[in-house]
Every structure is written in structure tokens, then in C-alpha cells.
């Protein structure tokens, strides 16, 4: 997937973008997990009375996800834990 919009929005937040290699599951795993995880605990977790209703849901989720979700490749840990100064508190 290339577009220039993304790209754009990415560089204005300095982000860099990285790209995996396609066939490659040693650098696509991480990604194929967190799409299942997706499907198995957000998109198909409950039912949705409407798409709306499914994407006003995934804040609250991904929030979860990431500060709250012991992840067992990081220990029991949330992902947000491996970040410091997530809250910029510390500058």
C-alpha cells in the first residue's frame, strides 16, 4: 500500500515509515498476530448493531490493548511499559 497522504502524515509526526518484506513471515508475524487479535477480541468480540457502533468501539479497545493487555512476549507486561516517558511527563 502506497499513498502520498500517508506518507505526508506520517513525516509531519516524524515517524518513519518501514515496510515489511512481502512473503516473509519472520518480519510479518508480529503483524498477522495483532491482526487476529483484532479480529478475535474487537471486530468480532461482541456483536455490532452497526460498522459505527464497531469503530466507536476500537479506542476504548486499542487503548486496553496497548496500556492495560498483558502481552506474554513482554512478560505479562502491556506493550505501553516498553515505552518511556509515554506520557511526556519526564521532558
Do not use: C, M
Amino acid at each position: 500500500y502506497k499513498s502520498h497522504a500517508w506518507r505526508d502524515a506520517l513525516a509531519t509526526e516524524g515517524i518513519a515509515h518501514k515496510r515489511t518484506r512481502p512473503y516473509r513471515p519472520q518480519t510479518n508475524g508480529k503483524v498477522e498476530r495483532f491482526n487476529r487479535t483484532l479480529l478475535d477480541e474487537w471486530a468480532y468480540a461482541r456483536p455490532y448493531r452497526t460498522e459505527q457502533e464497531r469503530r466507536d468501539a476500537y479506542p476504548a479497545w486499542l487503548h486496553t490493548y496497548n496500556h492495560h493487555r498483558g502481552h506474554t512476549a513482554l512478560a505479562g507486561k502491556p506493550p505501553a511499559s516498553r515505552i518511556p516517558n509515554l506520557t511526556g511527563q519526564n521532558t
